[in-house]
């Protein structure tokens, strides 16, 4: 077990924020209101002292190694953590012999395993024995499924709950919370706005670690006066928007070559296109850096406006490669000409940035539970598939059954134009939406 030092003060200070500001309750607790929240049944568990062993499966960050910290103190017991890197097997057995004497004298041992699914079957199964006997509560932690990266033997022995990503909201009041923990800034006091927390928030998508590690950088970036560092938006977007935004060091020719290129193709000016193409080719360039390019753009700039243009941009690049420079200039010029006279639709482009952002203002959604897969006896008795609509079994091809997260439902990305083949597009979309709309209950 872990035994104190004097240097243990020293080295909690020296500890990334997210370790000085760990809460020992569920004051400062973020998220997992349907674990923890009053009168929930993890709550309950912990609150009338009838624990038993857990799996805590969820994302990174989200609060399973602190909720059984808290565990651990609420309950006072001994907290043991192992590695599945470093813990053998002759190091398990020794340290829950330890765990049992303890037991015998009346002690309680709270054994947690992060990312447990780590450890291999002999690892599992030495732990088996003990939590059998009850010499130990043991609290394994996971980002992966449990139904396939637990032994089958010890995951019967575990109530298995099931950790929700945190919310912007959820991460508001964790950051809230760390800036209130004398523990966090002991030097000196931290201005900073609700707008600059809301984008660290925003930034962290659900990781309370990463929103704790952006708001230690932020802090020690920022202006000092005294003892009090004031938080800029500046200082938070050169940290959290730092991008590359060239591939590779060539000369700046290069880039405006080819962004006259593409802007020509978009255009329809199909000889200003050619002449693009031929003065790249002429100095060297790479016929597959352009093949490349004209893959992006079929989509980018045609899209489904005319469906052969992504076709033929990808013969004209497996072209480029067969035959290579110089006579694969001829297909590369058929193509650029092809794509200049194809009709015009940013529609599918428009479609994935309208995605984006979406996602990043509401991070990673979860997937509805009607159309997930359910392999497993625990991924059924957790809703998995239950309600799911099968489309093919019904004359139209269509169900009423919503594949959209709930939070996001009616939310739309793609507007298709009336270029081109796209008209169709447009009008099977319609009638896709005006059936929705009959049906709906």
């Known amino acids: 077990m872990k035994q104190g030092s004097i240097f243990d003060s020293e080295a909690h200070q020296n500890s990334p924020l997210a370790n000085r500001v760990r809460p020992t309750d569920f004051d400062g607790f973020a998220g997992q209101k349907h674990l923890v929240g009053k009168g929930k049944i993890l709550r309950d568990l912990i609150d009338r002292d009838q624990l038993s062993s857990m799996i805590f499966w969820g994302p990174p960050g989200v609060g399973k190694t602190t909720l059984a910290q808290i565990i651990a103190h609420k309950t006072e017991s001994q907290f043991i953590t192992f590695s599945a890197v470093t813990s053998g097997i002759k190091e398990i057995r020794e340290i829950m012999q330890e765990a049992e004497n303890n037991r015998e004298m009346g002690e309680r041992t709270v054994v947690f395993i992060d990312e447990i699914h780590r450890f291999n079957k002999a690892q599992q199964d030495a732990f088996l024995p003990f939590v059998e006997r009850g010499s130990i509560i043991l609290i394994g932690a996971t980002t992966e499924n449990p139904s396939f990266e637990i032994n089958s033997a010890l995951l019967s022995r575990c109530k298995v709950f099931v950790l929700k990503q945190l919310t912007t909201d959820d991460i508001v009041e964790l950051l809230h919370h760390a800036l209130k923990n004398p523990e966090a800034f002991p030097d000196y006091k931290v201005v900073i706005s609700e707008n600059d927390l809301q984008t660290i928030a925003q ?9 704790l590690n952006t708001l230690e950088m932020v802090v020690l970036n920022s202006d000092r006066q005294g003892d009090q560092v004031k938080v800029t938006e500046g200082s938070i977007e050169q940290l959290i928007n730092t991008k590359s935004l060239r591939y590779d060091k060539k000369g700046e020719e290069h880039y405006n070559i080819i962004s006259a290129l593409h802007k020509s193709m978009r255009n329809s000016d199909v000889d200003a296109a050619i002449y693009w193409l031929t003065r790249m080719l002429e100095g060297g360039e790479d016929p597959l850096y352009i093949a490349r390019r004209l893959v992006r753009f079929a989509s980018e700039d045609i899209g489904l406006a005319d ?25 590369l010029t058929e193509c650029v000409i092809y794509l200049s006279l194809a009709p ?3 529609a599918v482009y428009e479609a994935t940035n309208n995605v984006k952002s979406d996602i990043k203002k509401t991070g990673n959604e979860p997937v509805p539970l009607q ?22 079994d019904t004359t139209d091809k269509l169900t009423s059954m919503k594949t959209m997260p709930p939070d996001l439902e009616g939310h739309e990305y793609y507007y298709p134009s009336m270029q081109g083949n796209e008209k169709r597009f447009k009008e099977r979309l319609e009638y896709i939406k005006n059936w929705h ?4 209950e």
């Open 371 to 392: 159309i997930r897969n359910a392999p497993t006896k625990l991924m059924k008795e957790l809703d998995y598939g239950k309600n799911y609509q099968y489309a093919h």
């Open 344 to 346: 015009k639709s940013n």
């Open 203 to 211: 930034f962290a998508n659900g990781d309370a670690r990463t929103a």
């Open 307 to 331: 469906t052969r243009a992504l076709s033929l941009a990808i013969d004209v690049f497996q072209a480029c490669q067969f035959i290579g420079m110089p006579e694969c200039n001829v297909h």
């Open 437 to 440: 709309r009959e049906h709906e």
